[in-house]
């Protein structure tokens, strides 16, 4: 399933660029997230708490930052396994383009899901993808612009 979407941001591109990889304020986007920790120069595990339908799930997984040409471009990529619930995982090609004082961050996205989340039915599975990556970088976009 692929998502996509556009923001307008009211921060400079380097402190977009900046906050994309910090794992304080990329808890604080990604919704559900419990726990965000750095494990690499470019990877972080993380736990999350999603409820998709009628099955609730927590995901332990792994971030990674991919393809990156600061302040312009990178990948996000993620993937977590949910015990019985099954496994989400999936990426974003976020491209940032600087315009005046503020930031036009676009976004691609793709998602997989297995398991018993996967038996929900693909429109329920294809709404809460698109909610959750909206809802994301609807976060980031808060968090800019209230600091």
Do not use: H
Not at 44 to 61: C, E, H, R
Not at 137 to 145: G, H, Y
């Amino acid at each position: 399933m692929d998502m996509s979407g556009e923001y307008r941001i009211a921060a400079p591109i380097q402190t977009v660029w900046d906050a994309i990889q910090d794992p304080e304020i990329l808890r604080g986007a990604i919704p559900g997230c419990e726990e965000l920790e750095k494990t690499g120069d470019t990877e972080m595990a993380a736990k999350v708490s999603l409820k998709i339908g009628p099955v609730k799930a927590k995901f332990a997984g792994e971030v990674t930052l991919k393809d990156m040409v600061a302040p312009n471009s990178l990948k996000i990529e993620g993937e977590g396994k949910g015990g019985i619930a099954g496994f989400a995982k999936g990426g974003a090609d976020v491209q940032l383009v600087e315009d005046g004082n503020e930031t036009v961050l676009t976004y691609q996205a793709e998602a997989q899901v297995g398991g018993k989340i996967a038996q929900l039915g693909s429109r329920l599975i294809q709404s809460t993808a698109a909610k959750l990556a909206d809802k994301f970088f609807a976060n980031l976009r808060d968090e800019l612009e209230e600091s």
